[in-house]
């Protein structure tokens, strides 16, 4: 479709069987610039689209033969981009606001009071051009969270898959719990992306990257005046979310007050602003992510029981990359073929894929697709190699010119490299580091006084 924005002349068909009428109109919208088509029926009109579609449609309701309203439908059916516009006589307007329904953007009441007719035109030219930009756009997102995008053929995958197709189309609160990297978020995406609530805002969360006295304003939203610096009444993402999806992540990092507050929002479907007084309904499908023992949490007193029993009513349990590496080679595949499209496609050499399946994998599958982008933005040939891998995954040092050199030589070597790279991984994360080093923090501090590595603790 042609940009409403552009200069470019438009073209109107104009669908009307009174030949005076017509005669005005065209006048009319030639000496406002558009270029204009004419039909004197529906027929006609249809005969017309299939060589050339115009911009938009100004058609006659009462037409002999098909009447306006079976053309409208003919041509919804085929041309979801033109916009149209009926015309029709004062004391027939309940058959307009019908066209409407039926997918007419606007209607003209005759006789046509010409002072208007133009911006009705460029109106109804804009909203069919958002509205199609609007449609292709959700197919876009439908698309890219689909389950078919979600990959793994692995036995913990296959359930992963049954659950969400079961759960996805109903408004079950579901828990995700799995390390960094291992799908949570597509996951939360593809179950809201395949409801009946897809049509309604997915709104997410990272209940752990804002300042405590913040998530429960942000949740819940606060009246103006509730705290100092609330000088305007603000919803809550709660309220935002209303008839979509609210994604928690990081649940594991709400505070207590907080957890009590939501604790009452999912047992009375209700929330109140901070500093409010009514209690407002809200209609939201909870889905929450930790990448911790949640129910370890509750044992240590860190986290509400009744609140963790709420959340928990599907349960979805993402393995590590590495306990699933039969895996590894079809998301190799498909990382290869979102990255490269129908081009001629790069693949590894049998050494390359052997590392790729052998590496441990501390941050899961987003740490193998950076790995494949790193590759194919590094690989020439048609064949990715070792050395177009991120060396703290071969172990290779690269060099100028491209030679392979060894890597690390001894087990400290290795120790030390491997350190390094999983705190870069993190962003200098000591805690997480630790965790995933599966030492305690104390031994990594050591470790990186032995090693000579610079931190502040
Ligand atoms: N099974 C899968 N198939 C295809 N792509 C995947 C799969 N799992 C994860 N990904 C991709 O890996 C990247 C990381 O996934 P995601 O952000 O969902 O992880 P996460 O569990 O939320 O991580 P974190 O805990 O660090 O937030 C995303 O680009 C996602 O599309
Ligand atoms: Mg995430």
Redesign the pocket.
């Known amino acids: 479709m042609k940009e409403s924005g552009k200069r470019e002349k438009r073209t109107v068909l104009v669908v009307e069987d009174d030949h005076s009428q017509m005669m005005t109109v065209c006048g009319f919208l030639a000496r406002l610039g558009y270029d204009v088509k004419t039909a004197p029926d529906a027929e006609e009109a249809l005969a017309l689209l299939s060589d050339e579609a115009p911009d938009l449609i100004l058609s006659d309701i009462n037409l002999p033969g098909r009447s306006g309203v079976e053309f409208l439908g003919a041509v919804r059916e085929a041309h979801q981009d033109i916009a149209v516009i009926m015309m029709t006589a004062f004391s027939s307007i309940e058959s307009a606001v019908d066209c409407m329904r039926r997918g007419a953007d606007d209607y003209l009441a005759k006789p046509l009071n010409f002072a208007d007719v133009q911006a009705r035109l460029e109106t109804a030219l804009l909203t069919r051009a958002t509205r199609v930009r609007l449609a292709q756009l959700e197919t876009q997102v439908r698309d890219r969270y689909g389950f078919d ?4 053929k692995a036995p913990a ?1 296959r359930r992963v898959f049954q659950i969400i197709e079961r759960v996805a189309p109903t408004s079950a609160t579901v828990l995700i719990c ?10 939360a995406r593809a179950l809201h992306y395949n409801s009946k609530r897809a049509n309604k805002a997915f709104v997410d969360i990272n209940c752990g990257a804002l300042p405590e006295q913040l998530v429960a304003s942000e949740l819940f939203g606060h009246q103006r005046g509730a705290f100092t610096g609330a000088t305007e009444t603000k919803k809550g993402l709660l309220e935002v979310a209303d008839g979509g999806t609210l994604f928690l ?1 990081e649940v594991q990092a709400l505070k207590p007050e907080v957890q009590t507050l939501l604790l009452r929002t999912l047992q009375e479907r209700t929330i109140r602003r901070v500093g409010g007084r009514d209690n407002i309904e809200v209609d939201v499908r909870i889905i929450a ?1 930790t ?1 911790r023992d949640l129910a370890d949490s509750v044992r240590r007193g860190e986290f509400r029981e009744d609140l963790f029993y709420r959340l928990n009513v599907v349960n979805l349990v ?1 393995p590590e990359l590495r306990e699933r590496r039969e ?1 590894i080679p079809l ?1 190799i595949e ?1 990382f290869l073929a979102q990255k490269q499209g129908s081009e001629a496609p790069c693949r590894f050499d049998p050494e390359a894929m052997r590392t790729l399946v052998n590496y441990s994998w501390p941050g ?3 740490e193998l ?1 950076n790995a494949v982008e790193c590759a194919l933005a590094i690989g020439t040939s048609p064949q990715l190699h070792l050395e177009d891998l991120p060396a703290h995954i071969t172990g290779l040092t690269r060099v100028a010119g491209g030679d392979r050199q060894a890597g690390p030589r001894t087990l400290d070597d290795v120790e030390r490299q491997h350190i390094l790279r999983v705190l870069e991984e993190l962003g200098n994360n000591h805690t997480r580091a630790a965790e995933i080093l599966g030492i305690d923090r104390r031994t990594l501090y050591r470790k990186l006084d032995k090693y000579k590595i610079e931190y502040s603790a």
């Open positions: 995008r979600i990959i793994g995958m799995g390390r960094t990297g291992t799908g949570k978020e597509q996951i992540d992510a990448n993402l895996d998301l498909h899961n599958v987003r697709q």
